[in-house]
């Protein structure tokens, strides 16, 4: 009897452990599907503002295909006239065409080939807040990488001439791998990816750069659940493109550089 009352029990603590972590996932997942709705009503918010004080004509309009077709060639161009005011090296990317360039003052100095493309819903309809968004160029608040910014190589000063020793070590960074993170304006993320998957190290090296930026932001909303917030929405583009662009990208724009995108 005392065995059967055991059981009981621990078939009623099991119910209850299943039916929590049910509820848990349920409304984990309610808040994750509200966080991209949120994210879109803040920048309809900043950038277009109340839709009620429009008249019908405007609101017309903004729902044609045509005119926000045209818009958002506009805004591309504009956001790079704005770039192109500056002294700095800047980033247009252009996924229309497949096509990322590192521009001075209007002047294409390198093209890269984008080999994959995957976008946030966000990102790639016609929405005009979207547009008006992308109509300036986003500037980058922070990047992670799997390589260093600015290589550095320590050497010991020869004490003279009889020390001196050329540089005979071989550049072991042309063949590392290449996987980094550009965080832009309004939580947007641009992640770049080595097109190469030749060797081992490589692919381990993208899998565990990319499974921790996964981890790190379900550890974020996680956070934000417990006390009730909905998670930040993070809209993203994921490119990927020969090692050697990547590469020539991450190291030549600035750490604060400039991006125009066009979707």
């Known amino acids: 009897m005392e065995t059967e009352v055991k059981k009981s029990g621990l078939k009623i603590t099991f119910?209850?452990?299943?039916?929590?972590?049910?509820?848990?996932?349920?409304?984990?997942?309610?808040?994750?599907?509200?966080?991209?709705?949120?994210?879109?009503?803040?920048?309809?918010?900043?950038?277009?503002?109340?839709?009620?004080?429009?008249?019908?004509?405007?609101?017309?309009?903004?729902k044609d295909s045509t005119y926000l077709k045209l818009l958002k060639e506009k805004a591309f161009l504009q956001s790079r006239l704005v770039m192109a005011e500056t002294d700095s090296i800047y980033l247009s990317i252009n996924l229309a065409d497949s096509s990322i360039n590192i521009e001075i003052s209007g002047v294409v100095v390198h093209k890269a080939r984008i080999n994959s493309i995957n976008i946030s819903k966000i990102l790639s309809g016609s929405d005009y807040s979207v547009l008006s968004m992308l109509s300036t160029p986003f500037t980058i608040?922070?990047?992670?990488?799997?390589?260093?910014?600015?290589?550095?190589?320590?050497?010991?000063?020869?004490?003279?001439?009889?020390?001196?020793?050329?540089?005979?070590?071989?550049d072991t960074s042309i063949a590392e791998p290449v996987n980094y993170i550009l965080e832009v304006n309004h939580?947007?993320?641009?992640?770049?990816?080595?097109?190469?998957?030749?060797?081992?190290?490589?692919?381990?090296?993208?899998?565990?750069?990319?499974?921790?930026?996964?981890?790190?932001?379900t550890w974020s909303s996680l956070k934000s659940i417990a006390v009730l917030k909905v998670p930040e929405y993070h809209p993203f583009i994921r490119i990927k493109l020969p090692r050697t662009d990547a590469k020539i990208i991450y190291r030549a724009i600035p750490k604060n550089g400039q991006i125009a995108v066009f979707t």
């Not at 972590?21 to 109340?50: C, H, Q, T, W």
């Not at 990047?143 to 005979?168: G, H, N, Q, R």
């Not at 939580?187 to 993208?206: A, L, S």
């Open 187 to 217: 939580g947007i993320r641009i992640y770049v990816y080595q097109e190469e998957k030749t060797k081992f190290v490589d692919r381990m090296n993208q899998f565990k750069f990319d499974i921790k930026d996964r981890l790190t932001n």
């Open 15 to 62: 119910i209850v452990l299943i039916g929590i972590v049910l509820a848990f996932v349920i409304y984990y997942s309610i808040m994750s599907m509200l966080s991209p709705v949120r994210k879109l009503d803040e920048i309809k918010n900043e950038f277009v503002g109340n839709a009620s004080e429009k008249n019908e004509s405007e609101q017309q309009i903004l």
């Open 141 to 170: 608040s922070r990047s992670i990488a799997t390589i260093k910014k600015e290589p550095v190589m320590l050497k010991m000063a020869p004490k003279d001439t009889s020390e001196y020793k050329p540089d005979i070590m071989p």
